[in-house]
């Protein structure tokens, strides 16, 4: 928890060194929004602990090859790539020609093409990074998982009531995030003890009613 002028993207690398250091563990995926568009701390996660960073591409950037718009990737004669993998080591990615692409057929650059092609991650590292904005995890991560987190923030807010709170004490709002923070722990581990019922949508489903009527009537 910060100052209202302290930006957001700041606290990445940090609140990652703690997971590290404290519990041997990091997010291999983080999906944010575009508070955390900084190059320089998706490099950090990236090359530090080999965490992807994913935020959608900024309208008003440019990008870059062999990307043609952020859901596509195209070799310099415009066919279709998919990606090939990462190479940690190198810190490049490689992508390869789709293999029922039209195009490649009728390339005047067929007999020359190496059918496969390398970009450095550092290159860009919103289009490519750890992960490809191309990739179908990235573009799942981005459109159905992201759009879940500010209705779910709101919720918690609304259910503690920390909308109606105006606080102007960074120490009192410290401990009031943290007393938030134990609730949603302790709620989420209550319901991880609770015995899963038998359908997921069990309370949901509709009943019919039970009359007691009486006999003659």
């Given at each position: 928890?910060?100052?209202a002028n302290?930006?957001?993207?700041?606290?990445l690398?940090?609140?990652?060194?703690?997971?590290?250091a404290?519990?041997?563990?990091?997010?291999?995926?983080i999906v944010?929004?575009m508070g955390?568009?900084a190059?320089?701390s998706?490099?950090?996660c990236r090359?530090?602990?080999q965490?992807?960073?994913?935020?959608?591409?900024r309208?008003?950037?440019k990008?870059?090859a062999?990307?043609?718009?952020?859901?596509?990737a195209v070799?310099p004669?415009?066919?279709?790539?998919?990606w090939?993998g990462?190479?940690?080591h190198?810190?490049?990615?490689?992508?390869g020609?789709?293999?029922e692409?039209?195009?490649?057929?009728?390339?005047?650059?067929?007999?020359?093409?190496p059918?496969?092609?390398v970009?450095?991650?550092?290159a860009?590292?919103?289009?490519?990074g750890?992960l490809?904005?191309n990739?179908?995890a990235?573009?799942?991560?981005?459109?159905?998982?992201?759009?879940?987190?500010?209705?779910a923030?709101s919720y918690?807010?609304n259910?503690?009531?920390?909308?109606?709170?105006?606080?102007?004490?960074?120490?009192?709002?410290w401990?009031?995030?943290?007393?938030?923070?134990?609730v949603?722990l302790?709620?989420?581990?209550?319901?991880?003890?609770?015995?899963?019922?038998?359908?997921?949508l069990?309370?949901l489903?509709?009943?019919?009613?039970?009359w007691?009527?009486?006999?003659?009537?």
């Amino acid at each position: 928890m910060t100052p209202a002028n302290v930006g957001e993207g700041g606290l990445l690398v940090p609140a990652l060194n703690l997971c590290v250091a404290r519990w041997s563990w990091r997010p291999d995926y983080i999906v944010v929004d575009m508070g955390y568009l900084a190059a320089a701390s998706k490099q950090i996660c990236r090359q530090r602990w080999q965490v992807a960073v994913l935020t959608h591409l900024r309208s008003d950037m440019k990008v870059l090859a062999p990307f043609e718009a952020e859901e596509r990737a195209v070799c310099p004669q415009g066919s279709p790539l998919r990606w090939l993998g990462y190479d940690a080591h190198a810190q490049e990615h490689w992508f390869g020609a789709v293999p029922e692409a039209a195009l490649c057929g009728r390339c005047w650059q067929q007999s020359q093409c190496p059918q496969q092609f390398v970009y450095p991650a550092a290159a860009h590292e919103t289009l490519l990074g750890k992960l490809p904005l191309n990739t179908r995890a990235a573009q799942f991560l981005l459109q159905k998982v992201r759009p879940w987190i500010e209705p779910a923030q709101s919720y918690e807010k609304n259910q503690l009531g920390l909308g109606t709170l105006f606080l102007n004490s960074l120490r009192l709002a410290w401990c009031w995030g943290l007393l938030a923070d134990a609730v949603c722990l302790l709620r989420a581990r209550a319901l991880r003890t609770l015995a899963p019922n038998s359908h997921p949508l069990r309370e949901l489903l509709p009943e019919q009613l039970a009359w007691d009527w009486e006999e003659g009537a």
